[in-house]
Every structure is written in C-alpha cells, then in structure tokens.
C-alpha cells in the first residue's frame, strides 16, 4: 500500500472523530448555558467548549468577544478554525476521495452525503434554538461513518490505519477534555456548599465525552465524585472512550498491523508501552504523582506514537 | 488490476531507479503509465518549478530502468494534423495500405483543403490542431450564422491552426437523464496494447454527451462516462 493511502485512511478517521468530538463539546455548552446555575456567568460554557477544543486563543484572535453565536460560528462553520466541524469534515471527506478506490462504496456514501448536506446548510439557519437537532445530525453522521467502516471494509492494513487514526484522535480528546478542567477531578474537590457547581462540571464532562449515562452503569451504588469520574475516563477499559480503552484499540491495531506486514516496528512497542502503563496504574498513583502533569505527558506521548507510526510507515 | 494510482510525491529514484513509497520498504517501479505533460515529468530536466513531477525520474528513464508510456515527446501525436498523414506512415512503415480507413481530413495548411474548408463551414467539423476537451471547434452543422462567419475570421488569420472532418454521426445510447432514459450520443475508446501481440483491454473508455443532441463528449464540458466491457477482441 501507498505510504500517501495510508496517510489518507489514517486523516479521513481523526478528522471525522474530531468533528464528532466539537460536536459533543458543543452539545454540552449549549444544555449547561440555558440550565440556570448559581453565581456561574453562562458565557463559561461556551468557553470551556473553545478551551476543550483548544482553539480558545485563535477565536479570540479573531472574534474577541465570547458570545454562543460567535462560538457555534467559528466552531462549526469557520474555514479559518482548523477545527470546525467543517474543516473535519471537509478534511475527512477530501482524504477519503483520494482513497475512494480502497474503500468500500457504503462508506464513501456515507462521508460524501454527510458532507453535501452539510456545505447546503446555511449557517445563518443555525440559529441557538435549531443547534442541538444539527448537533445530533452530526453525532449520527459520525457513526453512521464508523458503523459503514466497521461493518464493510476488509480488514487488512487500511482498516488497520482508519482504526489507529480513530482512537489516536479520540484519546487525545479525552486527555484534553480532562485536562481543560483537571481541577474539577482532583479527589480534594469533593463538594463544596449543596455540591451543584461540581455536578454541573462532572456531568459536562461525562456528557463531553458521551459517558453519563454509562458511568451509572460502571458505579452503580455511587454518587458522582471527582475520583470515580476520573478513573472511568482515564482507566476503565469498558468506557470507550476511556484513555485505557482506546489504547488497548490502538495496542490491538499495532499489533494486528505488525502481524500483517510480519514485521515489528518501534511504533508497536511504544502503543504496547503505553497501554500496559494504563493498566499497571491506579488513580491513587495517578493523584500522587499529579493529574495534570499525568494528562499532559500523556498527550505528549499519544503525539510521540502518531508520529513514530507515520515514520514507520511512511506516511507522506 | 493491481495498478497503484500514484502521484509525483509518491515516487522517488535512487541510483538510477524509480521507487514507490509504501507502507512498508520501497518498491521499485517498472512502468509509469503517466498522465501529466512532458515538461511536468521531472524538474531537474524540464520545467525546474514543476511540483507534479519527480526528480531524477528522467535520468531512470535514460538508463533504461523504467519504461514511461507514453513516451516522452509521443504528445506530437496528439497533435491533430498528424491525424491527416496517418495512412501515409502507415504506408511508409509497413510498405501496407491501411486497413482501416482514416476519417477524410483536411489539413487547412495546405491551400486546396483551405478553400474546400472554407467553402463548406456549414457541413463539417473544424478543431485546433493543438486543441482538446472539445474547445475552439466549430461543428458547422449545428452553428448559428454568426458563429460561422465569426469562425472563418480566426480560421482566415492563421489556417496552419487548424484541420477539418465531415461531421461524424456518432452513435447514441440509452442514458439515464433527469426526465428519463433517452438516447444521448456516444463515442468510444478501446485500448490496445501492443508488444508480442495486440491486445486489447477488456474495459474501454466510453465517453457520452449528456446535452441533448450534444456531439461534445468531453468530460470539461459536461460529458459523462459509461461502464464498459469488450467482450471479444
């Protein structure tokens, strides 16, 4: 296979997860901005989806004032945001064109469509009261895409790359996410007052990365708290978006990769490193040697894998 | 078929020898059937600003290590005057008259076929020798008056430009269009290959005007395409 289809496949995954992942950061802006809450200026909201997203200095820039239409503009419609929903998605669809004779019909359908509707939407439509149904056009798009790439295409080393390109992305959301508001996770910000400014925060988070209603599941008997929060999304593997979780799908697919070209490559070490790192840990080690300084060396070392597998693979 | 669609930057030479960047080691390449003009091929012998092309890719080339189709400099052959002398070298060639017959064209450099062109504007088909995608064409048949006479100035000021055809009855298809199926002209391209033997490639190239009554088949202009499949060669 071409360096430059790999490349592709990889591109055409991170940018539709990234997409997504705007999309939910949106989503919970716009439901904590309209539930009222003690002292808290809803403008924050749509802040922590700029600052989750990273993009808070670059809008700033630009648009100087944070207000929910400037946001939802530049985070969905943007063509200067490197990361707008559009831009992903333009991104996604663009790399998967290059690629359309390696990929199955159902899963470029499901990518172009999900482009041509969305470059015939006008975002002067999207008003604040008609985001959250676009929103969910997006998030559904999105697995649709993902369910077309699971359910159709062969697996052989492309399927290999479209899943690392997914899960790399997806990790590194999750890391940032948490990273954003770690304060809120440290286990010494267990409730203060009636507890309603850390369950407003918790739920945000749990919502960001679409695990509310399975952390009820995961810690049945439990009330929500910073340390049961932040083991779900960082260690339990059965959250799929859990640090844990996606580096065991990362690991796998490494692994798969060097048992298809029968050759072990230093990428392959470094996912394998990192997965067994994620479950020879608890959170009390985790706390102990820093949550912040342990989320940031993470997504330093998620970028490490990303690029050792394009050097490894030559990726152009 | 097995055949990597590639671009400049996927390739590479080293010592001689064009390779392909792969997922894994490098794979050298032996034939590049290439789409991109000669002077694009390679910046280090052509045009130096070329980004599409690959450097050293001319040096392979010499050297015998790789074979490019088409050939450098076979481009001339796109040029459409050469179309009138075809039986010509086929006859000085093969010491053979044709087998097949050429469409009648006229070669406005040449006086006669000039004034016969210029006397029939309406009935046939004049093209830029060095045109493509169906632009600066007249098809006399279907142009208005103003056309015509707007045609035979620029014809007039530079014949050498230009060379002419009867107009051909193209064939017609069923193709599906917004009202229906209706016929629509079509033309086609088989590809033969010719090395030990002659062959010719079970897919072809069919090209269809989707404009009602449309002779203009490129695809620059709105033509279509349609699976193909020659069943016998």
């Known amino acids: 296979m071409l360096g430059r289809t790999a490349s592709s496949l990889f591109w055409m995954s991170r940018y539709h997860e990234r997409a997504m992942n705007i999309a939910k950061l949106l989503e919970v802006a716009y439901r904590n901005a309209i539930v009222a809450h003690g002292g808290q200026n809803s403008l924050d909201d749509w802040r922590f989806a700029?600052?989750?997203?990273?993009?808070?200095?670059?809008?700033?820039?630009?648009?100087?004032?944070?207000?929910?239409?400037?946001?939802?503009?530049?985070?969905?419609f943007d063509k200067d945001n490197p990361c707008s929903v559009r831009v992903c998605l333009e991104a996604a669809r663009n790399n998967a064109r290059s690629v359309r004779t390696s990929i199955t019909s159902e899963l470029w359908e499901a990518i172009n469509t999900t482009w041509i509707e969305f470059s015939d939407t006008n975002?002067?439509?999207?008003?604040?009261?008609?985001?959250?149904?676009?929103?969910?056009?997006i998030s559904q798009r999105?697995?649709?895409?993902?369910?077309?790439?699971?359910?159709?295409?062969?697996?052989?080393d492309g399927y290999y790359f479209s899943q690392l390109g997914n899960f790399v992305e997806r990790v590194d959301n999750t890391a940032r996410v948490l990273n954003t508001q770690y304060w809120v996770l440290l286990p010494d910000n267990d409730v203060i007052g009636d507890g309603s400014m850390e369950r407003y925060q918790w739920t945000g988070i749990l919502r960001a990365l679409s695990g509310h209603r399975s952390y009820r599941f995961a810690y049945p008997n439990a009330k929500l708290s910073a340390q049961n929060i932040a083991e779900f999304l960082i260690l339990r593997r059965e959250m799929p978006r859990s640090l844990a979780h996606c580096y065991e799908w990362i690991s796998g697919s490494a692994n798969d990769l060097g048992l298809y070209y029968?050759?072990?490559?230093?990428?392959?070490?470094?996912?394998?490193?990192?997965?067994?790192?994620?479950?020879?840990?608890?959170?009390?080690?985790?706390?102990?040697?820093?949550?912040?300084?342990?989320?940031?060396?993470?997504?330093?070392?998620?970028n490490n894998f990303a690029s050792q597998l394009s050097q490894d693979y030559n990726f152009a | 078929m097995g055949v990597e669609l590639v671009e400049g930057r996927d390739l590479f030479v080293d010592e001689g020898k064009v390779f392909m960047r792969t997922t894994r080691k490098p794979k050298q390449v032996d034939v590049i059937y290439r789409r991109i003009d000669d002077a694009f091929l390679d910046p280090l012998t052509f045009q130096p600003d070329s980004m599409?092309?690959?450097?050293?890719?001319?040096?392979?080339?010499?050297?015998?290590?790789?074979?490019?189709?088409?050939?450098?400099?076979?481009?001339i052959a796109d040029d459409k005057a050469i179309y009138a002398y075809v039986p010509e070298i086929i006859e000085f060639y093969t010491g053979q008259k044709p087998i097949l017959k050429n469409v009648p064209t006229w070669n406005c450099a040449r006086e006669d076929d000039l004034a016969y062109v210029l006397d029939n504007l309406e009935n046939i088909v004049v093209k830029e020798v060095h045109g493509s995608g169906g632009y600066g064409m007249l098809i006399g048949p279907t142009a208005s008056k103003k056309q015509i006479a707007d045609f035979?100035?620029?014809?007039?000021?530079?014949?050498?430009?230009?060379?002419?055809?009867?107009?051909?009855?193209?064939?017609?298809?069923?193709?599906?269009?917004?009202?229906?199926?209706?016929?629509?002209?079509?033309?086609?391209?088989?590809?033969?290959?010719?090395?030990?033997?002659?062959?010719?490639?079970?897919?072809?190239?069919?090209?269809v005007a989707l404009k009602k009554g449309s002779l203009v088949v490129n695809s620059s202009q709105g033509g279509g395409t349609k699976d193909t499949w020659v069943l016998e060669d």
């Not at chain 1, 975002?123 to 056009?137: A, G, K, N």
């Not at chain 2, 690959?54 to 015998?64: I, M, N, S, W």
């Open chain 2, 52 to 75: 599409l092309g690959v450097p050293g890719l001319f040096d392979a080339y010499r050297a015998g290590n790789v074979t490019i189709c088409n050939a450098p400099g076979t481009g």
């Open chain 1, 142 to 156: 999105s697995h649709l895409f993902r369910g077309a790439l699971l359910n159709t295409l062969l697996r052989d």
């Open chain 1, 262 to 302: 029968g050759e072990s490559l230093p990428s392959l070490k470094m996912a394998d490193k990192i997965s067994s790192e994620l479950s020879d840990t608890d959170m009390s080690d985790i706390y102990h040697n820093g949550l912040h300084d342990f989320l940031s060396d993470f997504i330093v070392q998620n």
């Open chain 2, 152 to 207: 035979r100035k620029v014809l007039e000021a530079n014949p050498s430009n230009y060379t002419a055809q009867p107009t051909l009855a193209l064939s017609a298809c069923p193709t599906h269009v917004a009202s229906g199926v209706a016929p629509r002209h079509v033309d086609l391209r088989p590809f033969v290959l010719i090395g030990d033997r002659v062959r010719i490639t079970p897919g072809g190239l069919t090209r």
């Open chain 1, 50 to 76: 700029l600052l989750s997203s990273g993009c808070e200095n670059m809008y700033m820039a630009k648009v100087e004032e944070v207000s929910p239409k400037g946001v939802i503009s530049y985070m969905v």
């Open chain 1, 123 to 137: 975002p002067q439509s999207i008003t604040r009261d008609r985001l959250p149904e676009f929103l969910s056009w």
